[in-house]
């Protein structure tokens, strides 16, 4: 069966400092990957997907940045956090078929990651 | 725009007092839509995908039903284990996918 892991699970960062936040998944090959920003009261916003190793689409401007070095793994960074990146971030996958996001690709997210940027 | 709106925010229920969560929605090509479950601090849990109106699906103490312009969880004989955060979304004709807000559900014995 599939497992997406996240961590770290909490992390509190100061204003100007990088963030990496890691995303894995196991028991597939090549799934779309999904990183998403989810702020109180408001719906998850999609920041950025990824359909393949060294392809990403970003879905609005912002601080960070996305990367996929391997298949099954996925990072969100930035270079100098602002206290508009705090929030909660869930890594999500959904199986590799065309188009991205169809009806039968149901999204399965991580644990989350709760960030505070002081 | 398209948009997802749930309501209500919160829902205060007690234990074995059914009622239902709305979500409304207009979008540009229905493609699907998809209801989770989202525990405080957890990431969101795949409950549901309906396609098209008069669809439903049940699970356990859940049921989800489709029309043309909204979508309802009907929750009966709710349980303490079942109060959590509920999230609608809909994937529109653009395969972009649309997240409601979310209702917090609270069961008191």
């Known amino acids: 069966s599939q497992t997406i892991h996240q961590w770290p699970a909490t992390l509190v960062q100061p204003v100007g400092s990088p963030l990496s936040l890691e995303c894995t998944v196991e028991g597939t090959s090549n799934p779309n990957l999904y990183w998403y920003r989810q702020a109180a009261g408001r719906g998850l916003q999609l920041l950025f997907y990824?359909?393949?190793?060294?392809?990403i689409s970003s879905e609005v401007p912002q601080n960070l940045s996305a990367s996929r070095p391997q298949d099954r793994q996925f990072i969100l960074s930035s270079k100098k956090l602002l206290l508009s990146d705090s929030g909660f971030y869930l890594c999500?996958?959904?199986?590799?078929?065309?188009?991205?996001?169809?009806?039968?690709?149901?999204?399965?997210f991580g644990a989350g990651s709760r960030l505070t940027v002081l | 725009e398209d948009q997802v709106t749930q309501s209500p925010e919160a829902l205060r229920l007690q234990e074995g007092e059914s009622s239902s969560l709305n979500c409304s929605y207009t979008?540009?090509?229905?493609?699907?839509l998809f209801w989770y479950r989202q525990d405080p601090g957890k990431g969101p849990e795949f409950l549901f995908t309906l396609y098209s109106a008069g669809e439903e699906k049940e699970k356990e103490r859940l049921k989800a039903t489709l029309t043309k312009k909204e979508s309802f969880l009907h929750i009966t004989a709710p349980k303490p284990e079942d109060s959590a955060t509920y999230l609608c979304?809909?994937?529109?004709?653009?395969?972009?996918?649309?997240f409601g807000a979310g209702t917090r559900l609270a069961v008191h014995p």
């Open positions: 979008v540009s090509g229905l493609r699907g």
């Open positions: 990824s359909v393949g190793i060294g392809q």
């Open positions: 999500a996958w959904s199986p590799n078929r065309t188009p991205i996001l169809s009806g039968a690709n149901v999204l399965t």
């Open positions: 979304a809909v994937l529109n004709g653009y395969n972009k996918l649309i």
